[in-house]
């Protein structure tokens, strides 16, 4: 009986389901963006086509068709399709299905795919559980992830799988989506309408299809800008403090401050903020950026880093955002150099590689202590002998180095 009702209730679910459920494309033809993979000859559509899709990690942003593209592949193979979420399937759910490939092939000769959603949230010992059947060829495994798997799967896993990284849908690509959301439930929009739920979902596909069903609800008419603000409260903010996107947008800060960009310096700035990104960790930047690009070409900037750190502290977020600020576009518009950083990278690797060489002895302790063992003698003292300044100080093995050269 309960099978009957669990029938009955999966069969009622579509009809209740959300816009971006009934949406969700069944073949390549409907898939929608991620051409750099999936375009006409490459190698991942050929595999789909063919049935031989390889051990694979789909990587990338919600709404990018991670979980589509898997359930494509289960819909176009011939395999058996098992599928989990390592949000919650533990070790033994793992065996279970390692236990059943197993034994579907020993009988039958067919193959298993498993789809792993959130693969990042298998630990270490339940992915060493999926090891060997992959290393064995006993099943296929498909995973999907939001966050960098460089970071997050073993790397004994990593390198038996195929990682194919997607990308946030292009304007004309959420285009498509848009108007396709639009068919389904009848409603109507211009194209400056259907451009603004483009960008209010921010190359999320679910997002935009999640936009255009609550705004048709909402219209008497033709949906317009007011309906899309109203149905897109959530602005689309992706940013993740503990992976890709903390190193991307704090390479992308130091790099245009570097590069003398304001703009885009306050930007990025900006981005990590609404983020949620520590501002003691993008004080703490700064002032290395002071000091490695910019240096004594202006040792000012040092300063200014150091007192937007002390502001961070003393004031706290959300006002000491224009500490930061106004530190970011002095960084960004200082003369720069690097000599510091190449001075100190260069003296260390020569420390490194002949070690602590002891300085001349005319430069070694001077006092009645040092003197018994000849220590101090010759030394010239620059401000009664101006020859003082003239001497190379480096120890005798490294005479003639020079690695302080100002630009």
């Known amino acids: 009986m309960s099978d009957l009702f669990s029938d009955a209730a999966s069969q009622r679910a579509g009809t209740f389901a959300p816009l971006a459920q009934r949406l969700r494309p069944r073949t390549l033809d409907d898939f929608v963006g991620q051409v750099h993979v999936l375009g006409a000859g490459s190698a991942l559509r050929q595999a789909i086509e063919g049935d031989r899709v390889r051990s694979s990690i789909f990587y990338g942003p919600p709404g990018s068709g991670k979980t589509t593209l898997a359930r494509i592949v289960a819909a176009s193979t011939g395999s058996a399709f ?8 533990t070790v033994k759910d793992v065996r279970e299905v390692l236990a059943r490939a197993r034994e579907r092939l020993g009988a039958s000769g067919r193959r298993t795919i498993l789809f792993l959603d959130e693969i990042h949230r298998f630990n270490k010992a339940q992915q060493d559980a999926l090891l060997p059947a992959v290393e064995e060829g006993l099943l296929t495994l498909i995973g999907a992830t939001t966050e960098n798997p460089y970071y997050e799967v073993n790397s004994a896993l990593l390198s038996r799988v195929q990682v194919y990284e997607l990308e946030t849908l292009s304007p004309e690509e959420m285009a498509v989506v848009v108007r396709r959301g639009l068919a389904e439930v009848n409603g109507e929009a211009p194209d400056e309408v259907v451009a ?3 960008q209010r979902a921010g190359g999320d596909a679910r997002n935009a299809l999640n936009i255009v069903e609550l705004a048709s609800e909402t219209a008497t008419g033709p949906i317009t800008e007011e309906n899309v603000e109203d149905a897109a409260r959530k602005r689309p903010v992706v940013y993740d403090k503990a992976s890709d996107a903390h190193y991307d947008f704090t390479s992308a800060f130091i790099k245009s401050m570097r590069g003398g960009d304001p703009d885009a310096s306050v930007y990025y700035l900006a981005a990590m903020l609404e983020g949620g990104e520590d501002a003691r960790f993008i004080a703490r930047r700064m002032i290395v950026l002071a000091s490695e690009d910019i240096g004594n070409a202006d040792p000012q900037a040092l300063v200014v880093a150091v007192a937007a750190a002390q502001a961070v502290e003393h004031v706290g977020l959300p006002e000491a955002r224009l500490n930061l600020a106004q530190a970011a576009i002095y960084l960004a518009l200082a003369p720069k150099s690097n000599a510091s950083y190449v001075a100190i990278k260069e003296a260390t690797a020569d420390v490194r590689e002949h070690g602590t060489v002891k300085p001349p002895k005319a430069l070694s302790d001077g006092s009645w202590y040092g003197r018994q063992l000849g220590k101090g003698e010759g030394y010239v003292y620059p401000h009664d002998d101006p ?8 120890p005798d093995e490294l005479k003639g180095r020079k690695y302080y050269r100002p630009k």
Request: hydrophobic share 55%.
């Open 82 to 89: 098992e599928e989990l979420s390592a949000v919650s399937a």
């Open 196 to 198: 603004l739920i483009a």
């Open 387 to 394: 020859r003082g300044f003239e001497v190379d100080h480096l």
